[in-house]
C-alpha cells in the first residue's frame, strides 16, 4: 500500500512537531518524503520496525514515481556538468588550491572540501572517504570549478542581498537554508556549535557583532563562509545568516 503524505503523516509520525529532522512541523517533514525522498530516518521518533515497513512501502512508490515531484537537481547537475565539461581540473590546482595526485585512471584533482579532500576527475567528483555527495554540493563544486579561486579573502564581510543579481538567490538562501536552520537549532545552540565543528567550523571573532554564536567555516580552499547565529527569546525567533567574503 503506498504512502500519501496524509498516511505518513497520521500512521508513522509521532505528530509531536520536535523539529528534530530540521522542519517546523512533522507534516511538513512528510511532504518532503513523500515528494522529494527525504530520507524517513531523518525522524529519529519512528519505531525501527516501523520505519523497515515504510522505507519498503516508500521505496515501491518511489519506482513507480508515484507522488515524486520532478527532480530539479538532476537538471541542475546535468547543466553544471555542461557547462565544467572543457575544463581540464588538473589545470586548475593553482586557482583552486588543491593538488594533483595519480588516482586510478590517471591524473586528478585533489581538493580540501570541509574536514576531508575530494578527488576531481573530468566532471566526475568523489569524496576520499568514500562519502555520499549530493547532487547540489556537486553543482556548488562544479561551478566553483568553472570560475571560483580567482579572488582571495579580504576579511570583509558581506550578505548575499549585497553581492550584485543575488535578489532571487538571497530570498532562495534565506527560505532554503537560513529559516530552516533557525527553526531546527532555535534553543539548541550546543547541538549547532557540535554540528559545525563536525565539519570543520571554529570561533569567528567579529568586531560590534551581536549573534551568540560566530562561526568560520571553510568548505573549499578560500571560501570563507560565516555562521552567524541568534537564538532569540521571548516574542523573538531565533535567525541564522551565513555571510560571505
Ligand atoms: S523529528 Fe520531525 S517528523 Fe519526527 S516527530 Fe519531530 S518534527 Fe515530527
Known sequence: MALSVVDLYK???PRTNCRDCGFATCL???GKVVSEQYP???CP???PEVL???EAELAEQYAKGLWLRRDLSADALRWAKERAASLNPVDLAARLAGEIVEGVGGQELRLPYFTGFLRIEGTEIRREDGGELGRYEQVFILNHLAQ???RRPTGIWKGFIEFDNTVSKAVTMQKAVEAPLAVRFAGKTGELRQ????VGATELALTGGTAQISLLLVPLPRIPVALLFWDGGGDFPAQA???FD
Open 195 to 198: 554540528r559545525a565543528e563536525a
Open 148 to 150: 571560483g579561486g580567482w
Open 40 to 42: 524517513l530516518k531523518n
Open 45 to 47: 521518533h519512528i519505531p
Open 52 to 54: 523497515v515497513a515504510s
Open 241 to 243: 545568516k551565513l555571510m
Open 11 to 13: 500512521s508513522v509520525l
Open 28 to 30: 511538513a517533514f512528510a
